[in-house]
């Protein structure tokens, strides 16, 4: 299993990023994914999370209305349309595969695999 984010990068308040996390080395549509963000010293926690087939979405609520999470499954991707950018968003994003124990959609135990992560900087 392999995932790799890209499209992080500097943005000023109020911009907009795309992050990616392309998916491989497994069936992608079986399993939901998820977005989680750590900034430094703090703990890394979920922003967005998707099921298979996309029916079910989640949101942290500090990105409620400003993040939008999708996933193609033709393309094997997840995206994190992100909008209205603040400095607080500033932080390592990770794409991350859930795996058999469930702790709900935001919840990091939830996931077994996980990206390098993609920094993200509003300033």
């Known amino acids: 299993v392999q995932l790799v984010e890209s499209g992080g990068g500097l943005v000023q308040p109020g911009g907009s990023l795309r992050l990616s996390c392309a998916a491989s080395?497994?069936?992608?549509?079986?399993?939901?994914m998820a977005w989680f963000c750590q900034a430094p010293g703090k703990e890394r926690e979920g922003v967005a999370a998707?099921?298979?087939?996309?029916?079910?979405?989640y949101y942290a609520g500090f990105v409620q209305g400003r993040f939008t999470i999708s996933r193609g499954n033709a393309k094997n991707t997840t995206y994190l349309q992100m909008y209205s950018l603040k400095p607080e968003d500033t932080a390592m994003y990770y794409c991350a595969r859930a795996g058999n124990t469930w702790h709900g959609p935001l919840d990091p135990g939830s996931y077994n695999y996980w990206g390098k992560g993609t920094q993200v900087t509003v300033s």
């Open positions: 080395g497994y069936t992608y549509n079986r399993n939901c």
């Open positions: 998707i099921s298979p087939r996309a029916a079910g979405i």
